[in-house]
């Protein structure tokens, strides 16, 4: 097994996503439905979200947050950039994520900071999985089997190298 390696089109209108070996995994609408009554709890994202435009209760509100390739709502960006890796599963790889962000040429180096923001938020469940690998290995009640598999994910997680 090894790092996922990702091509992400996080754009205005589209969010395309392509995967090392795998092509183009997921294709889907930049928008989200978002609870409009104060907690800005994210309901739907991309189709599914897509689908309910014009179709809301007052207390939903469509959100577009990408506009002319500029990120103007972080929090909503990061969600559906989480869900749309949980869709393609690209978290559950423990040796972690690559990812290589498309961006329209000529961004100002904020907007090329709030792109890298929203991505290592989207991506915070990574940390948290070597997080735990490292504490299972402080264990003492962890058998010396699963140590040696631990210790070479981790070693894969600092230095990623295929070797195969």
Same mark, same amino acid.
């Given at each position: 097994?090894?790092?996922?390696?990702?091509? &992400? +089109?996080?754009? #205005?209108?589209?969010?395309?996503? %392509?995967?090392?070996? $795998?092509?183009?995994?997921?294709? =889907?609408?930049? !928008?989200?439905?978002?609870?409009?009554?104060?907690?800005?709890?994210?309901?739907?994202?991309?189709?599914?979200?897509?689908?309910?435009?014009?179709?809301?209760?007052?207390?939903?509100?469509?959100?577009?947050?990408?506009?002319?390739?500029?990120?103007?709502?972080?929090?909503?960006?990061?969600?559906?950039?989480?869900?749309?890796?949980?869709? &393609? +599963?690209?978290? #559950?790889?423990?040796?972690?994520? %690559?990812?290589?962000? $498309?961006?329209?040429?000529?961004? =100002?180096?904020? !907007?090329?900071?709030?792109?890298?923001?929203?991505?290592?938020?989207?991506?915070?469940?990574?940390?948290?999985?070597?997080?735990?690998?490292?504490?299972?290995?402080?264990?003492?009640?962890?058998?010396?089997?699963?140590?040696?598999?631990?210790?070479?994910?981790?070693?894969?997680?600092?230095?990623?190298?295929?070797?195969?």
């Amino acid at each position: 097994m090894s790092m996922v390696k990702l091509a &992400i +089109e996080f754009d #205005s209108g589209y969010t395309n996503i %392509y995967m090392k070996g $795998s092509g183009l995994v997921l294709s =889907e609408p930049t !928008v989200a439905a978002v609870d409009d009554s104060g907690n800005g709890q994210v309901k739907a994202v991309g189709i599914e979200a897509k689908k309910l435009i014009g179709k809301t209760s007052k207390n939903t509100k469509i959100v577009f947050p990408i506009f002319e390739g500029e990120i103007v709502n972080e929090n909503v960006a990061i969600e559906i950039l989480k869900n749309f890796l949980q869709k &393609i +599963e690209a978290n #559950s790889s423990v040796f972690g994520v %690559y990812a290589l962000f $498309s961006i329209s040429c000529g961004m =100002e180096a904020d !907007v090329i900071e709030k792109y890298k923001k929203v991505a290592k938020k989207a991506g915070k469940e990574v940390i948290l999985k070597v997080l735990i690998l490292y504490y299972v290995l402080k264990e003492p009640s962890t058998s010396w089997e699963c140590k040696a598999t631990i210790i070479g994910a981790l070693g894969y997680f600092i230095l990623p190298l295929d070797l195969m």
